[in-house]
């Protein structure tokens, strides 16, 4: 089948996992200082724009990849359920991660959910980049960058139990390289 409807599904997917995301940021209540009560939700300022830029660049590579992808096979759908499942399951481990950063207790245990999931969300992608390049070995290759990703992130999970700002930075890292165009345009197969 051509890939028009898995790809209209997904984006509509990735829009609303997004938007999703700001549910979690609140206005302060009257009383205490704004700026003060602002400036105490930084973990949860910081958790929206990785998550946000996150699910952004996997939505920017999700349309790079499908330019490579003629047609869709009912195997590549199901991959692509996956990393779906994954983008919008996103908002919750992100309103973990901003509510319990700085939180005495649990907030190594938030930091580590968001980069299991972040973790399961680079196996994802990198499950469906092998299936709709699998007849094409110089994209398989290249596919080796998103499992460079998934490490990271399976790194950064350790990392959450000695720092969980340390973490949230390591995260935060991870999205902006992934801004760069790292595919390879469709015409280089």
């Known amino acids: 089948m051509p890939t028009s409807r898995l790809e209209a599904f997904s984006d509509g997917v990735f829009a609303i996992a997004a938007t999703l995301l700001v549910l979690d940021l609140h206005v302060p209540d009257p009383g ?12 949860a300022y910081m958790a929206y724009v990785t998550s946000f830029l996150t699910i952004g660049i996997i939505w920017v590579n999700h349309h790079a990849l499908f330019q490579h992808v003629r047609q869709a096979d009912r195997t590549l759908l199901f991959v692509n359920l996956l990393l779906l499942m994954v983008v ?35 196996i994802a992608f990198t499950l469906l980049w092998w299936r709709a390049t699998s007849q094409r070995k110089q994209a398989r290759r290249e596919g080796l960058l998103f499992s460079t990703g998934t490490a990271v992130y399976l790194i ?4 959450s139990f000695v720092s969980v700002p340390l973490a949230m930075l390591v995260y935060l890292l991870m999205a902006v390289f992934y801004v760069f165009p790292w595919l390879p345009r469709p015409s280089t197969y």
Not at 156 to 159: D, M, N, S
């Open 32 to 43: 205490h200082s704004l700026a003060e009560g602002l400036l105490a939700q930084w973990p």
């Open 156 to 159: 950064a999970i350790g990392v």
């Open 88 to 122: 919008s399951v996103t908002p919750f481990p992100t309103a973990l991660l901003g509510r319990y950063a700085t939180a005495d207790q649990d907030s190594h245990l938030a930091a580590a959910i968001y980069g299991a999931v972040m973790f399961v969300m680079g």
